[in-house]
C-alpha cells in the first residue's frame, strides 16, 4: 500500500512539474506584446496552450494577446481588423476600461481598414570626398579603436607586400631569362 501511494504521489508531481509553464516564459510573452512583436508572442501562445496550463491563465494570457493587437491595429487605424480582436476580448473582460470604449466605439458601425503610405525615406546629399574625411569618428570602446588602428596597419602591410612580391616576381623573372639565355649558348656549342 505504502508503494502504491509513494508512487501515485511521484507521478503526480512528474506531471504537475512537465506541465507548468515558468514565469520567465510569461515575462518572456509579455515583453513581446510590449514591443508589438506579436508573431513570437502568438508562438509562446500556442507553446502554452500545447503544455495544457491552467485554463484560466490561458485565457488571462490569450485576452492580454487580443488587447495588445487589437490596439496595434487600431492605432494604424485598421477599425475592421482590431474589431475583430476587440470583440474576442470584450467576451471573455467586459469590464477592462480599454476593451469596453473600444468596443462601444466600433460596434454596430460599417468599419474597414484603412491603408498606410509609408513614408518616402529621406534622400541623403551625396558628400564630397573632401566632406567624407572632415567627418568626425566616435570610438565607443578599445576594440574598435584597436580594429580601426589594425585596419589601417593591415592595409599598409599589404601595400608593401605587394611590392615585395612583384620586385621578387621581377627578379625570378630576370633569373629564368638567363637561365634561357644561357641553355641557348650552350646548345649552339
Known sequence: MKKIFITTILLLSISLFAESISEEEIFSFRYSLKNKNFEEASDLLSKFKNAKIDQAKYELLETEFWIAKGEDLYQQKKYKSSFEYFNNAYSRWRTNPLIKERYTELAGKVLHDE??????????????????????????????????????????????AKIIYALLGSIALLFLIQVIINLILLIRK
Open 115 to 160: 491603408e498606410q503610405l509609408l513614408p518616402l525615406p529621406p534622400i541623403k546629399p551625396i558628400k564630397k570626398q573632401a566632406e567624407k574625411e572632415k567627418e568626425i569618428v566616435i570610438i565607443d570602446t578599445n576594440s574598435d579603436s584597436y580594429f580601426i588602428l589594425n585596419s589601417f596597419r593591415i592595409s599598409e602591410l599589404e601595400e608593401q
